[in-house]
Structures are given as structure tokens and as C-alpha cells.
Nanobody, 119 residues
Framework: QVQLVESGGGLVQAGGSLRLSCTAS????????IGWYRQAPGKQRELVAT???????NYADSVKGRFTISRDNAKNTVDLQMNSLKPEDTAVYYC?????????????WGQGTQVTVSS
């Protein structure tokens, strides 16, 4: 099991930037795919960005060109740099760690960090 702690959320004006960090504990972190997801009030949780164990990245269309995901396996951290923020980016952001065991995905989640973008 991987324990995840998010940090870096807060209140920012539209057009501003925030950097979220996900710090993990657990020996398998480096081998896991890590993702950032978000959930706005009244909406389902949605994928924001993922980064594989070898550094391949994937982004939701809504954040492409504005958000950048990166990882430092030596520090057990995954960051999400968010630029040009919009009010619709307001949500609770969650860090996810996924590993596949015998073809079955095993997910661990952090508690989430609130991001609020004012117009």
C-alpha cells in the first residue's frame, strides 16, 4: 500500500498559477503510475493528468498546454504545475497511485487538496 499526501492547494485569481505536490510513502512508488484527478461540487471525479513509472505523460484535453505533471522518484514526489488557471479548474484535487497485480489495478488515493480559482 502507498500512502499519499497532497499539498499546495489554495485560492488564486484566474490567470494565476499553483503547484500541487503529492508525497508518497511506500517502497513501490517508483514502479507505480501516478495520476492527479479532480472533483468539483456536484460532478464526478475526473482525470487531470497521469505519469507512468517511466515518465510518459497523459493530460485531459481541458488542461493540455496549461498543466504539467512531473515526478521525482528519488524524493517520492509527483508535482502538478498549473498555469493560466480558470474558474472551471476549481475542485478538490486528488493524487492517485496505481499498480497492476496479475492484471488487476490496485489504487491508492490521497485525501485531496482544495483549489479555488476566482474570476
Amino acid at each position: 500500500q502507498v500512502q499519499l499526501v497532497e499539498s499546495g492547494g489554495g485560492l488564486v485569481q484566474a490567470g494565476g498559477s499553483l503547484r500541487l505536490s503529492c508525497t508518497a510513502s511506500g517502497s513501490t512508488f517508483g514502479a507505480n503510475d501516478i495520476g492527479w484527478y479532480r472533483q468539483a461540487p456536484g460532478k464526478q471525479r475526473e482525470l487531470v493528468a497521469t505519469i507512468s513509472s517511466v515518465g510518459s505523460t497523459n493530460y485531459a484535453d481541458s488542461v493540455k498546454g496549461r498543466f504539467t505533471i512531473s515526478r521525482d522518484n528519488a524524493k517520492n514526489t509527483v508535482d502538478l504545475q498549473m498555469n493560466s488557471l480558470k474558474p472551471e479548474d476549481t475542485a478538490v484535487y486528488y493524487c492517485n497511485s496505481r499498480k497492476i497485480i496479475f492484471g488487476i489495478p490496485i489504487d491508492d488515493w490521497g485525501q485531496g487538496t482544495q483549489v479555488t480559482v476566482s474570476s
